[in-house]
T-cell receptor, first 115, second 113 residues
C-alpha cells in the first residue's frame, strides 16, 4: 500500500529558530513530491521536487529530495510567527500507462512559532 | 482575477439527504480534484478528473459522485450512502503536468445533523 509519513506531527519553536520537517514515502511509480503550507483553509503550493539532491529554495524555505532513501526535508530558517501552519507533503504517482495519477498526502506537521 | 472557488463555505445537512458542493475554476486547468480532510488527518482523494467528461475514483469514493461536463466545473455530490460525511472538503485544480502544484479552493465544511 502506498503511504506518505510526515514527522514530527507537531512542533513548537521560538522565533529565530531553524526547523526541519521530514517526509518519507513508500510508493510505486513515484513521479514527484510536493510540499504545501496550510494556514487556515486552502493549502498553498511551496515546492515540487522530482530529482534527487537538487535543492529548491524560496526565501527562508528550502527543500531537497533523496530518491534513494525515499524522503524529503523542508527547512525553514529564522522562523517567524507567520510560519505557523500545517505543512503537508504529497507524493504524485504515475498511473500505469503513463497517465497522470493521483497524489497521496501525509498527515501534515503542525508548526507553531512562538514570539 | 483567476482562481478557484467553492460554495457554500458552510453546509448543514440532515441524515439521509444528498447535497452537492460546488467547485469552479477560471485558471484554464485541465485537472480537478476533490479531497476530504478530517481533523488530524491529511487530505484523502475522493475523485479526480483530468479532462472533461472523464473522472476517476480516488481512495475514498464510496458514497460520493461527481460530474465534469465543463472544464471549469467539478461538482461533488455527497450521497446518503456516505456513512460519515461530516468533514472539510477541498477542491483543487492543476495543469496536467502539475508543474506548479495544485491550486486549492477555500473549502466547504459539511456538517451532518
Amino acid at each position: 500500500e502506498d503511504k506518505v509519513v510526515q514527522s514530527p506531527l507537531s512542533l513548537v519553536v521560538h522565533e529565530g529558530d531553524t526547523v526541519t520537517l521530514n517526509c518519507s514515502y513508500e510508493v510505486t511509480n513515484f513521479r514527484s513530491l510536493l510540499w504545501y503550507k496550510q494556514e487556515k483553509k486552502a493549502p498553498t503550493f511551496l515546492f515540487m521536487l522530482t530529482s534527487s539532491g537538487i535543492e529548491k529554495k524560496s526565501g527562508r524555505l528550502s527543500s531537497i529530495l533523496d530518491k534513494k532513501e525515499l524522503f524529503s526535508i523542508l527547512n525553514i530558517t529564522a522562523t517567524q510567527t507567520g510560519d505557523s501552519a500545517v505543512y503537508l507533503c504529497a507524493v504524485h504517482l504515475i498511473n500505469y500507462g503513463g497517465s497522470q495519477g493521483n497524489l497521496i498526502f501525509g498527515k501534515g506537521t503542525k508548526l507553531s512559532v512562538k514570539p | 482575477d483567476g482562481g478557484i472557488t467553492q460554495s457554500p463555505k458552510y453546509l448543514f445537512r440532515k441524515e439521509g439527504q444528498n447535497v452537492t458542493l460546488s467547485c469552479e475554476q477560471n485558471l484554464n486547468h485541465d485537472a480537478m480534484y476533490w479531497y476530504r480532510q478530517d481533523p488530524g488527518q491529511g487530505l484523502r482523494l475522493i475523485y479526480y478528473s483530468q479532462i472533461v467528461n472523464d473522472f476517476q475514483k480516488g481512495d475514498i469514493a464510496e458514497g460520493y459522485s461527481v460530474s465534469r461536463e465543463k472544464k471549469e466545473s467539478f461538482p461533488l455530490t455527497v450521497t446518503s450512502a456516505q456513512t460519515n460525511p461530516t468533514a472539510f472538503y477541498l477542491c483543487a485544480s492543476s495543469r496536467r503536468e502539475l508543474g506548479n502544484g495544485q491550486f486549492f479552493g477555500p473549502g466547504t465544511r459539511l456538517t451532518v445533523l
